[in-house]
């Protein structure tokens, strides 16, 4: 058996998760509203979109790493910064959601955010802000004005 490169590798997982997602989290954690009609403004059909694109993007990338010429992997040196990136880019989506009760949904989205585009390479401060305008404006209008989802409340907003 050849070994995995990295993308079929995440590929996998990816899909496992989004199978879990779709089978198991989402069935058992998101209650379903009887009083509404329409199946799409039901809170399990964002879970359903989410996992099936997953699904979906996770197959792609298991396609994709399973084409890789095999010996342009092998022939990069090893690394441990792919380590360390992932490993504090999941500390401070930790530290977002533990924020998130204190500062508020909005303010900590924007502080994650602001440190994942310039962690990631991202260095004019206009492209920045006007990510954050767009991104935390959609999500405003979509989720609190339309679908009326509550976000955590804190000192700041």
Known sequence: ??????????????????????????????????????VTNSPR???YL???MLGVLS??????GRRKDAQTAEAQP???K????GLLSTAIACLYVILANFLGFFVSTALAMT??????????????????VIVLGFIYLLFVQALKVVMPDGLLF
């Open 1 to 38: 058996m050849s070994k995995l490169n990295n993308d079929t590798l995440a590929g996998l997982i990816l899909l496992a998760f989004s199978l879990l997602l779709a089978f198991y989290f989402t069935p058992t954690q998101v209650e379903i509203h009887q009083h509404i009609a329409i």
């Open 45 to 47: 059909f964002f879970c």
């Open 50 to 52: 989410t996992a099936g």
């Open 59 to 64: 197959v792609i990338l298991i396609f994709l």
């Open 78 to 80: 090893a690394s441990w």
């Open 82 to 85: 792919p380590l360390w990136r």
């Open 115 to 132: 440190f994942f585009l310039v962690y990631f390479g991202i260095r004019k401060w206009t492209g920045v802000l006007l990510f954050l």
